[in-house]
């Protein structure tokens, strides 16, 4: 053999061993300043991952910045964000590639503040292994115990703890030992199955990628040994193949006699076979798989992980967000869960505000129906809540609009955990992973009656409508709806008036004027609505309803022409001067708590079908107004 050819064989074995080694994800997390930036930073200096412009420019950055006294200040190469070099410490998650002869490993690099603890969460959702920083003069912190907690939460079983900055307790193995021990207790606390400790000075190096003899005393692996040879694969639970469908792949639909209809998505579970029976869920329909398409080719098997298209015998109705599952084992479906939820949202999570929830590739609406409690991350207790704060875990109930199969999160990341985004800014408010089915979800279904809504409609001879008044405390919204609902019964209409304070004499006298209170009492009115046009009557809502996201979910229950959003526009100071019942005098004086327009918004509608200007018209000429609306 020539040396060319030589040469040519060894570099094309030495890629194909490279492509074909595993890949570890891991986390670096713990409090603020106990060193998880330089870790990694001095892992991948010391394990050559840097190129030579990223060691010059890390060289001549110490040198700016001088916080190592002129020696090589690691933590820059995590610390991208200027604010995060200026105040010394991690704010956004930062990823890393680096890898060595046994594995590839990409590493998050996550914040330690406590406002920041939503972005440690993003990095602890793809990982495998948490490594877990402790400064060795402090000891376990309370931000050690909620990133712990979280680590948990999310189905992170193995820990490397690296007690770190060794060398300023003189490598004291009694330091260690003490900080060692009570890190497994809270581990077997939380369920953490697996926990390597490791005494580290990570700015020295010792410990790192290999051990020291400054800790003669330690005889376990160095942080890069553990790393190397941890075996961090997921037990993976016997529940049969699962795809969630991500794209319906049409190629030649031009070409009827080159007719290809695959559905592609990346295997979440188990194997699939050609000739192997399947199940398309939600729908509950069956075929036989016939193909398994790559872009090298068709296979005879697909695992979990592989992106894969399915070829079937049958023409199914099957679309995005669907799940395509062994017909001998598929998944539960359901509407209702139990899950636990980090809210990583600036506005508060509210029971029964509507949100959209991302499950694997589909998305349907949801909202929570009830906080069972929240938890104390710094010491696990549960607590009574009526709502979430930014990075609070709560255990709640989820609602959703359409059934999804699913699977428990300790089973399957892919098909047990999801994200809720909010439906006015598209912003990702919440990460859950979901627990279990509630037993009542799959035994409700919709009862059929043969006296539908257009039959009442027809009987008395109008078409059905929820009118939505809303507007300030005094802008004359149930004056205005009185009016309205005088003139069209004497028209022969068929109405009737929900008004906020007669209300809340009997459905909603359990309901006070939080905003938690609010959402609920306008998600009850919402349905009794709903269900008086179902009677075939036109209904009259008057109620303040301040929040746009309620007046939208309202909106939601009924068909595009059904519902009439009626904004009563009277500005604060008038609303004040017709204050009949003092309650803005009451509010001012800070007798009365969340009053709207004074320690609670009130957010106008962006497209009302009407706006009445209650300033420059009588109540009377405004009620015509809407009837002529309606009459239209």
């Not at 792949?249 to 194997?271: E, H, I, L």
């Amino acid at each position: 053999m020539t040396l060319a050819r030589a040469i040519d064989v060894d570099v094309s074995t030495y890629l194909h061993r490279h492509e074909t080694k595993g890949l570890l994800r891991f986390i670096t997390c713990g409090s603020v300043d106990d060193g998880k930036s330089t870790l990694i930073g001095r892992l991948l200096h010391d394990s050559r991952a840097l190129f030579a412009d990223q060691l010059s420019t890390l060289e001549s950055d110490s040198r700016r910045h001088g916080t190592q006294n002129g020696e090589i200040d690691y933590a820059l190469l995590l610390d991208g964000l200027s604010a995060e070099r200026e105040q010394g410490i991690t704010i956004d998650v930062a990823y890393r590639f680096f890898s060595t002869d046994k594995r590839k490993f990409i590493v998050a690099d996550c914040p330690g503040h406590e406002q920041y603890t939503r972005n440690m969460a993003t990095g602890a959702s793809t990982a495998d292994v948490a490594v877990v920083l402790v400064d060795a003069r402090k000891g376990l912190l309370t931000q050690t115990r909620r990133h712990s907690y979280i680590v948990s939460l999310l189905g992170i079983r193995h820990v490397l703890l690296a007690v770190n900055k060794m060398d300023l307790v003189d490598y004291d193995q009694a330091v260690f030992d003490e900080i060692a021990d009570g890190y497994r207790a809270l581990a077997a606390q939380l369920g953490i199955e697996h926990v390597q400790a490791v005494p580290l000075s990570a700015l020295k190096g010792d410990n790192l990628l290999q051990r020291s003899p400054a800790t003669p005393w330690y005889d376990g692996p160095s942080v890069l040994e553990y790393l190397d040879t941890v075996d961090a694969a997921r037990p993976r639970a016997d529940i049969g193949f699962r795809l969630p469908v991500q794209w319906v792949n049409r190629p030649d639909r031009t070409d009827k006699s080159r007719d290809f209809r695959g559905f592609a998505g990346t295997v979440a579970a188990g194997a699939v076979r050609p000739g192997d029976e399947v199940v398309v869920l939600p729908s509950g329909r069956r075929s036989t798989v016939t193909r398994i398409v790559t872009a090298d080719g068709d296979l005879a098997v697909a695992s979990e992980g592989q992106a894969i298209t399915l070829t079937l015998a049958d023409e199914l109705d099957i679309s995005r967000g669907d799940v395509i599952a062994d017909a001998k084992q598929p998944p539960q479906v359901a509407d209702q869960f139990a899950a636990h939820l980090l809210w990583m949202g600036e506005q508060a999570l509210l029971p029964g505000r509507p949100y959209w929830l991302k499950l694997g590739t589909r998305t349907v609406g949801a909202s929570v129906t009830e906080i069972k409690h929240k938890t104390d991350v710094n010491t696990q207790e549960p607590l009574a809540a009526k709502h979430l704060e930014l990075n609070e875990v709560g255990y709640c109930n989820l609602y959703l609009d359409q059934p999804l199969p699913f699977e428990a999160y300790a089973d399957n990341r892919t098909l047990g955990g999801f994200i809720l985004i909010d439906r006015q800014t598209n912003a990702t408010v919440a990460a859950g992973t979901l627990d279990f089915a509630l037993r009542r979800a799959g035994n409700i279904h919709w009862q059929h009656v043969d006296v539908d809504q257009a039959a009442r409609a027809r009987s008395k001879g109008q078409r059905p409508r929820c009118v939505w008044f809303t507007g300030l405390s005094g802008a004359g919204k149930s004056a205005i709806a009185n009016l309205v609902d005088k003139h069209l019964h004497a028209l022969g209409y068929h109405t009737f008036i929900l008004d906020g304070d007669n209300v809340r004499h009997g459905l909603n006298k359990d309901l006070g004027f939080t905003d938690e209170d609010r959402v609920e009492n306008i998600r009850r009115v919402a349905e009794v609505a709903r269900l008086m046009t179902e009677a075939g009557l036109i209904v009259l809502v008057s109620f303040i309803s301040p929040f746009l996201a309620e007046r939208r979910m309202a909106r939601e229950l009924f068909a595009a022409d059904e519902f009439v959003e009626v904004h009563v526009d009277t500005p604060l100071a008038v609303a004040e001067q017709r204050d009949v019942k003092g309650l803005y005098a009451k509010a001012r004086a800070g007798q009365l708590r969340n009053f709207t327009g004074i320690d609670s918004p009130y957010e106008v509608p962006e497209s009302a079908e009407l706006t009445l200007d209650t300033v420059n018209a009588s109540a009377e000429a405004l009620a015509q107004r809407v009837i002529d609306y309606l009459l239209e």
